[in-house]
């Protein structure tokens, strides 16, 4: 990372579901105050796990960090709960946009707003932030948000984290299902608000090519693992993450038999 003062660190934590599974196997890494890092890396690796590590969200699917630190702002978190950490400005937008179905676009978002003491001007000012950067939102305030479209609910959900006034958001997935278009849309936003509110995001992603695109360091997981880091341009320009995560190869002929057990046998080292 840069020589700015981190304002997340994880440092070697090992996770373990039902007090059998390790899934998280010395997972470190750091997030500068007002930057984009990405967490890369395939289904299963482990990005879901360590974002919800970082949010004390684990409990509730029987899983607890057995070793390690996680620090926010110089301080110790893990014995915090979910609403100390929204309290203190970390909010995590969780994977599959989690909206309440039921509720219209505009009550999901006053949801949000539940930790914070607000007048009513506060609350009506915090609602026209969120539609100044989602007018769609606007749009569709008195829609039942399960008639919404999937784009929809994913800016609502980032919208609703938003309503915490959050310093730092834990972003899962946010491409997941959506159309290329909308993902470009969704991406743009994180990009803004970053740039213009100074939020800092954590996001795992699956798709390593948008990521890198709009995040400044990225961390690649593989079996619970970090295997690679590094600035978003150093991974963008790896010959490996172009050829494993990118779908990029320099090699132009058709891969044989045995070329494809040759890049399993090179791939060794990220599993």
Known sequence: MTAASPVLTVNGIEVIYNHVILVLKGVSLALN???IVALLGGNGAGKTTTLRAVSNLLKGERGEVTK???????????????ADLVRRG????????????????????LTGAYTRS???GDIDASLDKVYNYFPRLKTRRGSQAAYTSGGEQQMCAIGRALMANPETILLDEPSMGLAPQIVEEVFHIVHDLNSREGVSFLLAEQNTMVALRFAQYGYIMENGRI??????EDLRNNEDVKEFYLGV??????????QVKSYRRRKRWLA
């Open 33 to 35: 105050k007002g930057g």
């Open 90 to 109: 970390v909010v995590q937008v969780m994977e599959g946009r989690h909206c309440f179905a039921h509720l219209t676009i505009e009550e999901n978002l």
């Open 227 to 232: 295997v690679m880091d590094g600035t978003a």
């Open 118 to 120: 607000m007048s009513k």
């Open 68 to 82: 390690g630190t996680i620090e926010y702002k110089g301080e110790r978190i893990e014995a915090l709960t979910p």
């Open 249 to 258: 190869s320099s090699n132009a002929e058709k891969s044989s038999f045995r």
